[in-house]
T-cell receptor, first 112, second 110 residues
């Protein structure tokens, strides 16, 4: 296990299209987080899973955003009807407890 | 709400210099994170500490719980240390969220 993997690394999409990102956490980590980071800003929390349960969801996550972690392992983040304001780096992290975050390299989304 | 302040915002130094980055927070915490982000890259967790001091290679992190202050030190700095360094603390509103400092952009010149 080499850490948290995110796929794809980069995604360019046209406005209005749907996109889906995948995150594979460290296998023994039961906690998984999605963050979004725009240029020059710190990461903003989007959502949190403990095993397969989505326990917290930010108000930043509009109805166009949905995240799943169906078997408590990998997670997907889908954005429907993308807008230019969705352009950002989407970061996934996992941990075994509240400490010890491990981040993935992120998926950079560009909406044109 | 926990507020996190980092200083300096930007720091440029020559290779070999001793670097200090500071982080202050407003509300008592259980742990503080130091993270590193290279330009265009993902985030690497450097330290999670709740008391005292931790050392990893040329990096040292200290925390003073009473003063609500933490520092990240880099000894014998090298150009590859150039990155944004971020401190983060648990949110008071959530067990799961981190509140992030604005980051310190460090440039080490050869």
């Amino acid at each position: 296990d080499t850490g948290v993997s995110q796929d794809p690394r980069h995604k360019i999409t046209k406005r209005g299209q749907n996109v889906t990102f995948r995150c594979d956490p460290i296998s023994e980590h039961n906690r998984l987080y999605w963050y979004r980071q725009t240029l020059g800003q710190g990461p903003e929390f989007l959502t949190y899973f403990q095993n397969e349960a989505q326990l917290e969801k930010s108000r930043l996550l509009s109805d166009r955003f949905s995240a799943e972690r169906p078997k408590g392992s990998f997670s997907t983040l889908e954005i429907q009807r993308t807008e230019q304001g969705d352009s950002a780096m989407y970061l996934c992290a996992s941990s075994l407890a509240v400490e010890g975050y491990t981040f993935g390299s992120g998926t950079r989304l560009t909406v044109v | 709400k926990n507020e996190v302040e980092q200083s300096p915002q930007n720091l440029t130094a020559q290779e070999g210099e001793f670097i200090t980055i500071n982080c202050s927070y407003s509300v008592g915490i259980s742990a503080l994170h130091w993270l590193q982000q290279h330009p265009g890259g993902g985030i690497v967790s450097l330290f999670m500490l709740s008391s005292g001091k931790k050392k990893h290679g040329r990096l040292i992190a200290t925390i003073n719980i009473q003063e609500k202050h933490s520092s990240l030190h880099i000894t014998a700095s090298h150009p590859r240390d150039s990155a944004v360094y971020i401190c983060a603390v648990p949110s008071m509103d959530s067990n799961y969220q981190l509140i992030w400092g604005a980051g310190t952009k460090l440039i080490i010149k050869p």
